[in-house]
DNA sequence: CTGAAAGCGCTTACAG
DNA sequence: CTGAAAGCGCTTACAG
């Protein structure tokens, strides 16, 4: 790799250092202002303070006072010490997001209604776990360390509930067949299945391939199993192999092309991916082959991308709503968080987006 | 929309309430294990358990003793209070990556890398801001609040800094024109998009289309400006209507469509997208239009995502090394945290990838 | 309506 | 090698 010029500025505190010049200086930081300065400034107690910057003013702190202590916190630029304030009260307001696979647009949404739900209260951070793995206990046993508000941790196991044995508030996303362990806000996956069966059969498609996800994720399993049953009640069934691949685009479009003899041997007539991620791949690898869709080879997946609506042809999917799904889950915490009972939430329902990629 | 049976199961704190089946019992939580908790256990004081944990046991704490609190804090399930260690120590060990459109999978690398250079020190969160839109200062703000061990802030602007004003580890992410107010850690995009131009000119085309994005950031800037300097020197010209959308397919598609008769009028026959997310929409719209790429019109975008490379036809982009961005970025930052003079990086260097849409 | 004081759980000089 | 104690910055009963 060629290398370039530096471009890396050095990052001036602003403040001088304990021996200037020497090189062996340390760089002291401006720190923060603190409560104790504020109260000094304004001529209150740092509890007259607390009050003001938590509005708690009512009946409490006099509006003279009040003003003269806003005045102070603009001019001396205070922001309160949340982890402080964690540590007081025993939580803090930040609500942490688990979920394997953020960059997948998928997430945008349910980020967009978490946030949405939590509103301006609570500061809502996500925790990238690697991809195409299912987040670890240890893993959100140490973001609980950091206190928050509460976890929404997206489609964990069952296993992992038992592993995780922690009681505070959690919400679990997508996380099918943990009734009882934990509260978790579900989409009806399932429903989604039997319709996109239902509409391949209508379609006169008897054989289905079917290219599987590796996640060990319960969603996926009822994916398969739902897409199975239906296809089965009307005659249909999952022919030829059965790969599985991480839900990336480049990984499925490999597992396609090693699939593909196996399925048009078992005379597959349609395709259909665990997501539209690893559709975009089969649908490139039949490109590749020369395999025209839907001409000779219908194709599906399920979450319905906003990129579905522009491949070519575009690709039917069972539509999982995903901002909803963050609205719910958020909301379902917060009531949690403020001890307040929950509010009755749906499953979600997903339902089927026709397109070309399973025109007759 | 149809409503459904509800699946969301009450959570069981699995702790007896203070008045059982009144109904207004409140939920008591267990409450997490402390250093003093453990001392107890282990028959020490709570500096000892510290000095453990923290691993700074070495000629302060004998093996002996050492061996007796690790085994109170496995029996105990003992996790440290990071909200108030980080108040302990001034701050905490939580680095927080601020970024305006996580979804997008340029990020997915940028992560990765990032997750790689802090290692299992420092724990990884990220910020969304919404999509298409800088950070805002407040925001980052609120952030620093948390006491971290620093900020990863991508793609702000000049002004965006000037606003902050906060002294503490900050390392900013493609943000170019920075200079001397925070450090970054910049990619080559300048590069990237002249060695675009002269593909393009080298390929014969002479009037070129541009789609912008619209988050007013500097990155974007450089691409255009790079670019049109570059086919200026070649004798070509940005020509026709130079259309802006946010970094989606879907509003680039809108706006392709809007942009295609100025761009035909005005003899375009190439059209460069300022992301390849962006650059999708494109090929959609003229996919839509009847206008065969590359035949009539060739097409290039900025990141070189994954998927680009299963378009039909491949999409030529300027491939940005995400991964290498985060971690040279987290490798800066994290030599600011533990005041070590930060490794040079480089500028990193940016490359062109040709595909089908610009072949003859 | 306001303030002095205790306490959240940890870390770190300091004394022994 | 180990412990008692102070302190991080906040919040919250409690006393006035």
């Known amino acids: 790799m060629r290398r370039q010029a530096l471009n890396v500025t050095r990052y001036d505190p602003g403040v001088s250092s304990a021996a200037p010049g020497t090189g062996d200086e340390t760089i002291e930081r401006r720190r923060p202002v603190t409560a104790v300065q504020v109260a000094r400034h304004a001529g209150v107690s740092t509890a007259t303070v607390s009050l003001v910057v938590n509005g708690k003013t009512a009946g ?5 006072i009040a003003a003269r202590v806003e005045a102070a916190i603009a001019e001396l630029g205070y922001v309160v010490d949340r982890a402080a304030s964690s540590l007081s009260r025993g939580s803090g307001d930040v609500v942490i997001l688990v979920a394997p696979d953020i960059a997948n647009p998928f997430f945008a949404g349910v980020i967009a209604g978490a946030q949405e739900a939590l509103g301006s209260i609570y500061q809502l951070l996500l925790s990238a776990t690697d991809v195409g793995c299912v987040p670890r206990p240890e893993d959100v046993r140490a973001l609980f360390a950091l206190r928050p508000a509460g976890l929404l941790v997206d489609a964990p196991n069952v296993r992992f509930l038992r592993d995780l044995d922690v009681h505070a508030p959690l919400v679990l996303i997508d996380a099918p067949s943990t009734e009882g362990v934990a509260p978790s806000v579900d989409l009806d996956v399932a429903s989604g299945a039997r319709q996109l069966a239902r509409h391949l059969l209508h379609r006169g498609h008897r054989r289905i391939g079917y290219l599987d996800a590796v ?3 319960e969603t996926f399993v009822l994916r398969r199993e ?8 009307g005659g249909g069934v ?4 059965t790969p599985a691949s ?5 990984a499925a479009s490999r597992a396609a092309v090693d699939a593909w003899p196996g399925w048009r041997d078992a005379g597959v007539t349609a395709v259909v ?7 975009y791949g089969v649908l490139h690898a039949m490109q590749g082959l020369g395999v025209p869709i839907p001409g ?6 399920f979450d319905n991308l906003p990129y579905s609506a522009l491949t070519q042809p575009g690709l039917t999917s069972v539509e999982l709503p995903s901002h909803q799904l963050g609205l719910a889950a958020a909301g379902h915490l917060r009531a949690l968080i403020e001890g307040r ?10 339902h089927l987006v026709v397109r070309g990629s399973t025109a007759r």
């Open 226 to 233: 739902a897409l199975r049953e239906e296809l089965a009640a």
């Open 215 to 217: 996640t060990g994720t």
């Open 246 to 250: 991480v839900v990336d685009s480049a």
């Open 273 to 279: 991916a665990a997501s539209d991620t690893q559709a």
């Open 238 to 241: 999952l022919a030829g192999p």
């Open 341 to 350: 009972a929950p509010a009755a939430p749906d499953m979600l329902p997903a």
């Open 60 to 64: 409490r702190v006099s509006p003279q």
């Open 296 to 301: 000779e080879l219908a194709l599906a997946g």
